[in-house]
């Protein structure tokens, strides 16, 4: 039998998914945007991931059904003629970040101290509770640095609740970090899962700029025990990523990504098996491939528009991602990892790379 693999989304996530359903044979189909990344790849229907009805028609054509993205309704997700991976319960998880901090404290997992907030009452016991520096997020539908402001005095944290629309938000203790690290598992419905060498990740204004996967990380260990935790915890299947800050040589938990993650990137060319590869295979119920890194390897991300091709393959061991994408300021719309056989070599590498696609902002 060849199982119709069906993706929520049509974002480059989708595209990148679809790509390698291709190369399994896998039938596969996208929900989503027609003119989305994705849909240049796979057959996509037209629907929002916030309309149960398109996402019920849309599980009737397929015989696994999995997500790009965690912004989905997940009550459709229920009740479906087709497996769902990851658990609907974990996508859940994920789209609240009190939820995820919950999470967190129940597995004993440390995170910035964090309190709710859903008025003006709530926030000035946050205020007391934190003192400053603190970010206040929405608890929903925030992503890449969207929807959060750092409060940093007393007279900030009203308009900045004002600010985000006096939504459900969380108050959480602005970490002063010494490095951001990602931490990527994939989970097979049978088997032993297999934790890819961890990123270590720099954004600029909350968005990942790039990030280096490097040999022998000092925190592999810790990271891969926080990941296989979180797995465990909701019965997992497909890949999980938790991104964490790294503090005085320790994890602190940051949030949860239930799917594969942009700090992934690097492993389509780095990493013996990709993390797109293995979420495939995984929640197709097949057993996923060794994540070792072949080499250094650094991703960057290219936004706003692409630089020229050439100049980004002319470095030695670069690979260049296009996404399909229209231009626009900030938007992600392909990226490019470089490969060294050494950490020096990668740095050199990375340092022409960053040239080419120049400053942010
Ligand atoms: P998030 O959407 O939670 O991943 O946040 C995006 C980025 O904002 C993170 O990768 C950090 O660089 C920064 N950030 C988020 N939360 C905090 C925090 N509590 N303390 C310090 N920096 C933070």
Redesign the pocket.
């Known amino acids: 039998m060849n199982p119709v693999l069906g993706i929520l989304g049509a974002g480059q996530l989708g595209r990148m998914l679809a790509l390698e359903a291709h190369a399994l044979g896998v039938p596969v189909r996208l929900l989503g945007e027609p003119d989305g990344s994705g849909a240049q790849v796979a057959a996509t229907a037209e629907g929002s991931l916030d309309d149960a009805d398109a996402i019920k028609r849309f599980a009737r054509g397929c015989d696994v059904l999995t997500v790009e993205t965690e912004n989905v309704r997940v009550d459709a997700l229920v009740d479906l003629p087709c497996p769902v991976w990851p658990p609907p319960a974990a996508i859940e998880a994920s789209q609240d970040?009190v939820n995820e901090k919950r999470l967190f404290d129940r597995l004993g997992i440390p995170t910035?101290p964090w309190v709710p907030v859903a008025s003006d009452e709530e926030l000035a016991g946050a205020v007391e509770a934190l003192g400053f520096p603190f970010?206040l997020?929405k608890r929903r539908s925030?992503?890449?640095?969207r929807g959060?402001v750092v409060v940093k005095a007393r007279n900030e944290a009203v308009p900045a609740f004002r600010l985000l629309g006096e939504v459900p938000c969380i108050a959480?203790?602005?970490?002063r970090?010494d490095a951001?690290l990602s931490v990527l598992v994939a989970c097979p419905v049978r088997g032993a899962r297999r934790v890819w060498p961890v990123a270590r990740?720099v954004?600029y204004v909350?968005q990942l700029d790039y990030c280096t996967v490097l040999p022998n990380d000092p925190l592999q260990a810790e990271a891969a025990a926080l990941g296989n935790r979180v797995a465990d915890a909701l019965g997992y299947v497909g890949v999980l990523t938790v991104?964490t800050?790294v503090r005085g040589g320790a994890l602190v938990a940051?949030?949860i990504a239930p799917r594969v993650h942009n700090s992934g990137h690097w492993s389509i060319e780095g990493a013996v098996t990709s993390q797109f590869a293995n979420h495939v295979r995984a929640v197709l119920g097949l057993p996923v491939g060794p994540t070792d890194a072949v080499a250094c390897a650094a991703t960057v991300n290219l936004l706003g528009s692409l630089p020229a091709r050439g100049d980004v393959l002319a470095i030695p061991g670069a690979f260049f991602h296009g996404y399909g994408k229209s231009d626009r300021p900030g938007r992600k719309v392909g990226h490019a990892t470089v490969l060294a056989p050494s950490v020096p070599r990668l740095h050199e590498r990375l340092d022409r790379l960053r040239q080419v696609v120049g400053p942010r902002g």
């Open positions: 970040r910035a970010v997020k925030g992503f890449d640095g959060q959480e203790g602005f970490v970090f951001e990740n954004h909350g991104e800050f940051n949030e």
